[in-house]
């Protein structure tokens, strides 16, 4: 039987590798009009009928913005690759604010059992965030981890992780059985480990290297799996610091190594092995760390959506995820009541990834939509003329704080009672004040601009009164108030469910 292979690449834009547009140089390899990153290790490995494991880099998110991030593993999937998480904690607790008392980059190995929680739970939320999947399999940034972070990852709902290596990890862990010459095992609670056997990096290593790796695989396993580690910019050379230009040597080998692979080995994705694979329990002894310890003057506070810990400042928005605090709220509200658009079909009036990972992720289907021509968007349609949409077609709405952007509130609302069926419901919340009345806002372009509303209509129309917000919404629908605590800023802020009735 032929031995399985992995062949897995990191996809980094870490700041010090590349002199600036990281995201270009370093992923997509762009080099005098050129690519040399991802699409064009894609295509070497379809010339050999290879499917990839790509592990994303989720620091990218915070370091470069959510839609970077996502346009780059939708290629990959695209190209009908696996997609996995990879994750540099050093820059991410950065930005977090997370502050202490480090002698190097804090990998996960430094760090407590609390950030290994809320690290490992914030990875595992942004990318169903990004992808709308649960993700698989998980690797810490340089291979780094500790006990914590095999408990976290499993608690965070990861299958599998590919960090270990017997000799890099030796003064960490002891590991006797299977996991002594890399084969895949289980940990102790039940988590699935894919050794990383070698990391041809660079590229321009010596051949009889690789094939004493391969051969180790043959003689000394059992479980015969050979796991290989490169990068996003792994056909490019350095020079000092930066990756700078194209190395065709670089391109040579890895061709060497897909043409060796897919000739005597079965090239596996990891999701793929994991559902033909068992994996033993292994003997784990001395796992042995010191984590560093952080600055206990810092005041964190942690994001109820994607788990981040940060140091709040005068935004309300998430470093991690971008949740504002009106979505840390309604998702308050909805932990005690239940979610009334879970199995439901809704219709969206345009919810952002965060709606749609935290609110959206039970619904039976999400159709989303905008006034604005936004590629985030399924089709482009006005709230206050949903023509498009026959009467009684969906059993879900929602809309958060849309319509104190709607300059015709009244007709928004009698749309939505239309277009959902009798009993249906929407969930809506706006901006308001108790004790006061509804008030017209003086400058209409302050939240999207005059070119927003000149072209779509869409402007800062109103501040609500409380109580004349419920009786607005109490003119078509049953009304349900449920209020919602924020932890971040402690503010509450009120949840409207407003259901069609059903006649008798």
């Known amino acids: 039987m032929k031995p399985i292979s992995f062949l897995s690449f990191d996809v980094e834009a870490l700041p010090g590798r590349a002199e600036k547009d990281h995201i ?5 390899g762009r080099i005098d009009g050129k690519e040399y990153g991802i699409r064009r290790i894609s295509d070497i490995l379809q010339e050999y009928r290879i499917k990839g494991n790509f592990l994303i880099d989720l620091s990218a998110f915070v370091l470069y913005g959510e839609r970077v991030v996502a346009d780059i593993g939708k290629f990959l999937l695209n190209e009908g690759h696996e997609l996995h998480v990879h994750l540099h904690s050093e820059w991410v607790i950065r930005k977090w604010g997370i502050k202490g008392h480090f002698s190097g980059p804090p990998g996960l190995n430094v760090l407590d059992q609390r950030t290994n929680e809320h690290l490992l739970k914030y990875a595992f939320f942004t990318y169903r965030q990004l992808y709308g999947s649960n993700p698989i399999a998980f690797r810490g940034g340089g291979f780094t981890f500790n006990e914590h972070t095999v408990a976290a990852a499993k608690d965070a709902g990861f299958r599998c992780l590919t960090n270990f290596n017997s000799q890099r990890h030796a003064e960490m862990l002891s590991v006797t059985g299977l996991g002594a010459d890399n084969e895949p095992f ?11 056997d070698f990391s041809p990096e660079p590229l321009s290593f010596d051949i009889q290297k690789y094939f ?8 000394r396993k059992k479980i015969k799996t050979f796991n290989l580690t490169m990068h996003s910019w792994s056909l490019m050379k350095r020079q000092g610091e930066f990756f700078t ?6 391109e040579d ?10 000739a005597n080995t079965r090239v596996l994705g990891y999701a793929e092995y994991l559902e033909e694979a068992e994996f033993a329990p292994v003997s784990i002894q001395n796992f042995q760390f010191r984590p560093a310890d952080l600055d206990a003057s810092v005041r964190l506070a942690s994001c109820s959506i994607c788990n981040a810990i940060f140091a709040p400042g005068e935004s309300d928005v998430c470093p991690g995820c971008g949740a504002r605090a009106r ?28 709606e749609k990972a935290c609110l959206l992720s039970g619904a039976a289907e999400v159709r989303n939509f905008d006034v604005r021509p936004l590629r985030e968007a399924d089709f482009q349609m006005d709230i206050q003329h949903m023509d498009a949409i026959a009467d009684g077609s969906f059993d879900g709405f929602l809309a958060i704080h849309v319509l104190n952007h709607v300059k015709d509130d009244r007709a928004a609302l009698a749309e939505i009672y239309r277009v959902l069926v009798p009993g249906g419901v929407a969930l809506l919340t706006v901006p308001y004040r108790a004790g006061e009345k509804t008030a017209d806002l003086a400058d209409v372009y302050e939240h999207y601009g005059a070119e927003n509303f000149n072209k779509y209509g869409v402007g800062s129309f109103r501040r609500y009164g409380l109580n004349d917000a419920i009786a607005l919404f ?11 605590l924020d932890a971040v800023t402690g503010q509450a802020m009120n949840v409207f469910l407003l259901r069609k009735r059903v006649s008798t």
């Not at 270009?24 to 997509?28: F, G, N, Q, S």
């Not at 230009?245 to 670089?250: G, I, L, N, V, W």
């Not at 709220?329 to 199995?343: E, I, W």
């Open 245 to 250: 230009e194209y190395a065709a040597e670089h």
């Open 212 to 219: 004493g790796w391969y051969d180790r695989v043959k003689d």
């Open 186 to 196: 289980a940990w102790n609670n039940g988590l699935a480990e894919i050794p990383v």
């Open 474 to 484: 109490s003119s078509l629908f049953e009304v349900s108030i449920v209020a919602g």
């Open 24 to 28: 270009d140089r370093l992923v997509w």
């Open 253 to 262: 080998k890895l061709r060497f190594i897909c043409e060796h692979l897919s």
């Open 327 to 354: 979505h840390r709220q309604v998702l308050d509200a909805l932990t005690r009541v239940g979610n009334p658009l879970d199995g439901r079909r809704v219709l969206a009036c345009f919810a952002n990834s965060v």
